[in-house]
Protein backbone atom coordinates (compact mmCIF):
# COMPACT_ATOMS: atom_id res chain seq x y z
CA UNK A 1 0.00 0.00 0.00
CA UNK A 2 0.95 3.54 -0.50
CA UNK A 3 1.98 5.46 2.66
CA UNK A 4 0.17 9.03 3.10
CA UNK A 5 1.27 11.51 0.90
CA UNK A 6 0.69 15.20 1.88
CA UNK A 7 2.01 18.35 -0.82
CA UNK A 8 3.87 20.05 -0.97
CA UNK A 9 6.79 19.47 1.00
CA UNK A 10 7.94 22.89 1.30
CA UNK A 11 6.07 26.15 1.36
CA UNK A 12 7.00 29.73 1.96
CA UNK A 13 4.44 32.54 2.60
CA UNK A 14 4.47 35.74 3.88
CA UNK A 15 2.16 37.38 6.93
CA UNK A 16 -1.00 37.80 5.89
CA UNK A 17 -1.34 35.05 2.83
CA UNK A 18 -3.54 32.09 3.36
CA UNK A 19 -2.03 28.45 2.32
CA UNK A 20 -3.48 24.97 1.90
CA UNK A 21 -2.03 21.98 2.51
CA UNK A 22 -3.04 18.68 1.03
CA UNK A 23 -2.74 15.29 2.56
CA UNK A 24 -3.84 12.07 0.63
CA UNK A 25 -4.33 8.47 3.45
CA UNK A 26 -3.56 5.01 3.01
CA UNK A 27 -6.03 3.59 0.78
CA UNK A 28 -9.26 2.28 2.74
CA UNK A 29 -8.18 4.62 5.91
CA UNK A 30 -11.25 6.47 6.76
CA UNK A 31 -9.95 8.60 9.79
CA UNK A 32 -7.50 11.86 8.40
CA UNK A 33 -5.51 14.16 11.79
CA UNK A 34 -3.29 17.14 11.34
CA UNK A 35 -0.99 18.05 13.71
CA UNK A 36 1.43 21.44 13.81
CA UNK A 37 5.15 20.34 15.30
CA UNK A 38 7.13 23.34 16.43
CA UNK A 39 10.56 22.83 18.18
CA UNK A 40 9.21 24.94 21.29
CA UNK A 41 5.36 23.11 21.54
CA UNK A 42 6.02 19.58 19.91
CA UNK A 43 3.18 17.70 18.41
CA UNK A 44 -0.16 19.75 18.87
CA UNK A 45 -3.46 18.22 17.42
CA UNK A 46 -5.22 20.50 14.81
CA UNK A 47 -8.25 18.08 14.20
CA UNK A 48 -9.60 15.20 12.86
CA UNK A 49 -11.89 14.17 10.00
CA UNK A 50 -13.76 10.40 9.86
CA UNK A 51 -15.98 9.92 7.19
CA UNK A 52 -15.89 13.74 5.99
CA UNK A 53 -16.91 14.77 9.29
CA UNK A 54 -15.00 16.93 11.66
CA UNK A 55 -14.65 14.53 14.81
CA UNK A 56 -12.14 16.40 16.57
CA UNK A 57 -10.99 19.83 17.14
CA UNK A 58 -7.89 21.18 18.88
CA UNK A 59 -7.17 24.50 20.91
CA UNK A 60 -6.25 26.22 17.57
CA UNK A 61 -8.07 29.45 16.20
CA UNK A 62 -10.46 29.84 13.63
CA UNK A 63 -7.69 30.82 10.82
CA UNK A 64 -7.10 26.66 10.85
CA UNK A 65 -9.82 25.14 9.31
CA UNK A 66 -9.82 21.60 7.01
CA UNK A 67 -12.17 19.45 5.39
CA UNK A 68 -12.53 15.44 4.14
CA UNK A 69 -13.55 14.78 0.71
CA UNK A 70 -15.72 11.38 -0.33
CA UNK A 71 -12.25 9.57 -1.20
CA UNK A 72 -11.11 10.72 2.74
CA UNK A 73 -8.40 12.81 1.07
CA UNK A 74 -8.09 15.72 2.77
CA UNK A 75 -6.80 19.58 3.11
CA UNK A 76 -5.96 22.38 6.11
CA UNK A 77 -6.22 26.06 5.20
CA UNK A 78 -4.65 28.53 7.29
CA UNK A 79 -5.88 32.00 6.71
CA UNK A 80 -3.97 35.23 7.34
CA UNK A 81 -1.09 33.46 8.40
CA UNK A 82 1.03 34.81 11.33
CA UNK A 83 4.83 34.56 11.74
CA UNK A 84 3.95 32.20 14.48
CA UNK A 85 2.16 29.12 12.02
CA UNK A 86 6.04 28.85 10.80
CA UNK A 87 5.93 24.67 11.68
CA UNK A 88 6.04 21.54 10.03
CA UNK A 89 2.21 20.28 9.52
CA UNK A 90 2.17 16.59 9.93
CA UNK A 91 -0.99 14.61 8.33
CA UNK A 92 -1.91 11.57 10.05
CA UNK A 93 -4.29 8.71 8.81
CA UNK A 94 -5.68 5.55 10.19
CA UNK A 95 -8.44 3.06 10.40
CA UNK A 96 -10.05 2.96 13.70
CA UNK A 97 -10.60 -0.43 14.99
CA UNK A 98 -10.72 -0.81 18.37
CA UNK A 99 -8.15 -2.08 20.36
CA UNK A 100 -5.89 -1.43 16.94
CA UNK A 101 -5.84 2.35 16.61
CA UNK A 102 -2.82 3.76 14.95
CA UNK A 103 -1.26 6.58 13.30
CA UNK A 104 0.91 6.70 9.98
CA UNK A 105 1.95 9.96 9.20
CA UNK A 106 2.72 11.55 6.00
CA UNK A 107 6.48 13.05 5.66
CA UNK A 108 5.16 16.83 6.09
CA UNK A 109 4.88 20.29 4.94
CA UNK A 110 7.65 22.66 5.94
CA UNK A 111 5.47 26.15 6.20
CA UNK A 112 7.73 29.08 6.45
CA UNK A 113 5.81 32.54 6.83
CA UNK A 114 8.30 35.32 6.49
CA UNK B 1 -6.50 16.83 29.67
CA UNK B 2 -4.04 13.73 30.14
CA UNK B 3 -0.19 15.34 30.60
CA UNK B 4 2.98 13.18 29.06
CA UNK B 5 6.21 13.87 30.46
CA UNK B 6 8.62 12.65 29.00
CA UNK B 7 12.62 12.65 30.05
CA UNK B 8 15.44 13.81 29.30
CA UNK B 9 14.23 16.22 26.88
CA UNK B 10 17.86 16.10 25.03
CA UNK B 11 20.35 13.11 24.97
CA UNK B 12 23.57 12.56 23.11
CA UNK B 13 25.39 9.70 23.57
CA UNK B 14 28.30 7.73 21.52
CA UNK B 15 27.83 4.72 19.50
CA UNK B 16 27.86 1.69 21.34
CA UNK B 17 26.13 3.33 24.99
CA UNK B 18 23.00 2.09 26.35
CA UNK B 19 20.46 4.21 27.36
CA UNK B 20 16.73 4.75 28.39
CA UNK B 21 14.09 7.02 28.07
CA UNK B 22 11.02 7.40 30.03
CA UNK B 23 7.18 8.38 29.33
CA UNK B 24 5.09 9.31 32.71
CA UNK B 25 1.05 9.93 32.28
CA UNK B 26 -0.87 12.05 34.73
CA UNK B 27 -3.58 9.16 34.19
CA UNK B 28 -3.81 5.62 33.35
CA UNK B 29 -2.96 5.14 29.75
CA UNK B 30 -5.18 3.38 27.75
CA UNK B 31 -2.83 2.36 25.13
CA UNK B 32 0.59 3.14 25.32
CA UNK B 33 2.39 4.07 21.83
CA UNK B 34 5.69 4.52 20.83
CA UNK B 35 6.82 6.52 17.76
CA UNK B 36 10.36 7.44 16.21
CA UNK B 37 10.64 10.24 14.16
CA UNK B 38 13.89 10.86 12.51
CA UNK B 39 14.62 14.26 10.93
CA UNK B 40 12.70 15.54 7.87
CA UNK B 41 10.46 12.76 8.01
CA UNK B 42 6.94 11.95 10.00
CA UNK B 43 6.79 9.89 13.39
CA UNK B 44 6.60 5.73 12.77
CA UNK B 45 5.17 3.35 15.21
CA UNK B 46 7.06 1.43 16.93
CA UNK B 47 5.52 -0.50 19.69
CA UNK B 48 2.01 -0.52 21.17
CA UNK B 49 1.75 -2.13 24.82
CA UNK B 50 -1.80 -2.50 26.72
CA UNK B 51 -0.68 -4.34 29.45
CA UNK B 52 0.43 -3.22 32.89
CA UNK B 53 4.01 -4.93 33.16
CA UNK B 54 4.56 -5.95 29.94
CA UNK B 55 7.83 -5.94 27.95
CA UNK B 56 8.07 -5.84 24.32
CA UNK B 57 11.05 -6.27 22.54
CA UNK B 58 11.97 -5.03 18.95
CA UNK B 59 16.00 -5.94 17.91
CA UNK B 60 17.93 -3.77 20.23
CA UNK B 61 14.89 -1.75 22.06
CA UNK B 62 13.15 -2.79 25.12
CA UNK B 63 9.63 -1.03 26.16
CA UNK B 64 8.57 -1.57 29.40
CA UNK B 65 5.26 -0.63 30.59
CA UNK B 66 4.71 0.08 34.14
CA UNK B 67 2.11 -2.06 36.55
CA UNK B 68 0.09 0.78 37.58
CA UNK B 69 -0.24 2.14 33.16
CA UNK B 70 1.28 5.43 34.75
CA UNK B 71 4.45 5.03 33.01
CA UNK B 72 6.84 3.32 30.71
CA UNK B 73 10.35 3.06 29.39
CA UNK B 74 12.28 2.60 26.52
CA UNK B 75 15.73 1.14 26.48
CA UNK B 76 18.29 0.96 23.55
CA UNK B 77 21.11 -1.47 24.02
CA UNK B 78 24.12 -0.29 21.77
CA UNK B 79 22.85 2.24 20.16
CA UNK B 80 23.62 3.32 16.66
CA UNK B 81 23.60 6.39 14.77
CA UNK B 82 20.57 5.32 12.98
CA UNK B 83 18.61 5.43 16.29
CA UNK B 84 18.98 9.16 16.44
CA UNK B 85 15.91 10.69 16.17
CA UNK B 86 13.07 12.28 18.25
CA UNK B 87 11.03 9.76 20.41
CA UNK B 88 7.54 10.33 21.39
CA UNK B 89 4.74 8.41 23.36
CA UNK B 90 1.15 8.81 23.08
CA UNK B 91 -1.84 7.43 24.11
CA UNK B 92 -5.20 7.50 22.54
CA UNK B 93 -7.92 8.20 24.46
CA UNK B 94 -10.91 6.04 23.74
CA UNK B 95 -13.80 8.55 25.26
CA UNK B 96 -12.01 10.97 23.44
CA UNK B 97 -11.11 9.50 19.90
CA UNK B 98 -7.84 11.27 20.51
CA UNK B 99 -4.16 10.45 20.91
CA UNK B 100 -2.28 12.46 23.61
CA UNK B 101 1.57 12.95 22.55
CA UNK B 102 4.08 13.39 24.90
CA UNK B 103 6.39 16.85 24.05
CA UNK B 104 9.55 13.90 23.26
CA UNK B 105 12.91 12.91 23.48
CA UNK B 106 15.49 14.18 21.22
CA UNK B 107 18.53 11.47 20.56
CA UNK B 108 21.45 11.88 19.12
CA UNK B 109 23.71 9.12 18.57
CA UNK B 110 27.29 9.95 18.08
CA UNK B 111 29.27 7.66 15.54
Known amino acids: KAGVTQTPRYLIKTRGQQVTLSCSPISGHRSVSWYQQTPGQGLQFLFEYFSETQRNKGNFPGRFSGRQFSNSRSEMNVSTLELGDSALYLC?????????????FGSGTQLSVL | TQLLEQSPQFLSIQEGENLTVYCNSS?????LQWYRQEPGEGPVLLVT?????EVKKLKRLTFQFGDARKDSSLHITAAQPGDTGLYLC???????????FGSGTKLNVKP
Open chain 2, 90 to 100: ADYKYNFNKFY
Open chain 2, 27 to 31: SVFSS
Open chain 1, 92 to 104: ASSDPIFGNEKLF
Open chain 2, 49 to 53: VVTGG
